[in-house]
């Protein structure tokens, strides 16, 4: 079946520009998660979705970062006022929703390399 | 300091070589533990999970020490195919964040 989606795959940007980043979960996925990964480090988590709603923003790095899910399915992450150190590659993850305190394996989309010049 | 620690590497061994990774981590309230692959502009994608017991997963192994804060992968016979950076990751998934924290990881180049 088909993995996560993410478009684009690459985006460059100039400073202060706003962009839009694609996630199309697995299929039946109830969770939804964002990361960012600059080179050289791990994915650092930004926001986590279950459902529509979203349980755990504690990674948003400020107020110029949100991300949507209006119908449980598809997701936009939304960066306002781009900076340079905003560059990196964005990383949508989706899994089933278990109960409190079980894990179900996050599946990853190929990222989209943001590039703000 | 970070949540997850790993050395970077690049470790640099011959086919069939046995190489070990370490990983460290400062959470003592995480629950769930992992080792990801990711290869050169790729996702990450789950080797496998890790439990106290250790698991193996044929040429792979893995070990969990809660006490120490500690984990393990132990690859042998190493091949060409297994370059790639290992990530060490963990979830604290008993308060309900279910994020994943990864280390930096650790690169694996495996020469013929």
């Known amino acids: 079946g088909a993995g996560v989606s993410q478009t684009p795959s690459n985006k460059v940007t100039e400073k202060g520009k706003y962009v839009e980043l694609r996630c199309d979960p697995i299929?039946?996925?109830?969770?939804l998660y964002w990361y960012r990964q600059s080179l050289g480090q791990g994915p650092e988590f930004l926001i986590y979705f279950q459902g529509t709603g979203a349980a755990d923003d504690s990674g948003l790095p400020n107020d110029r970062f949100f991300a949507v899910r209006p119908e449980g399915s598809v997701s936009t992450l939304k960066i306002q006022r781009t900076e340079r150190g905003d560059s990196a590659v964005y990383l949508c993850?989706?899994?089933?929703?278990?109960?409190?305190?079980?894990?179900?394996?996050?599946?990853f989309g190929p990222g989209t390399r943001l590039t703000v010049l | 300091r970070k949540e997850v620690e790993q050395d970077p590497g690049p470790f640099n061994v011959p086919e069939g070589a046995t190489v070990a990774f370490n990983c460290t981590y400062s959470n003592s309230a995480s629950q769930s533990f992992f080792w990801y692959r990711q290869d050169c502009r790729k996702e990450p994608k789950l080797l496998m999970s890790v439990y106290s017991s250790g698991n193996e997963d044929g040429r792979f192994t893995a070990q969990l020490n809660r006490a120490s804060q500690y984990i393990s992968l132990l690859i042998r016979d190493s091949k060409l195919s297994d370059s790639a950076t290992y990530l060490c990751?963990?979830?604290?998934?008993?308060?309900?964040?279910?994020?994943?924290?990864f280390g930096s990881g650790t690169r694996l180049q495996v020469q013929p």
């Open positions: 990751v963990v979830n604290i998934g008993n308060t309900g964040r279910r994020a994943l924290t």
């Open positions: 299929s039946g996925h109830t969770a």
């Open positions: 993850a989706s899994s089933l929703s278990g109960t409190r305190g079980s894990y179900n394996e996050q599946f």
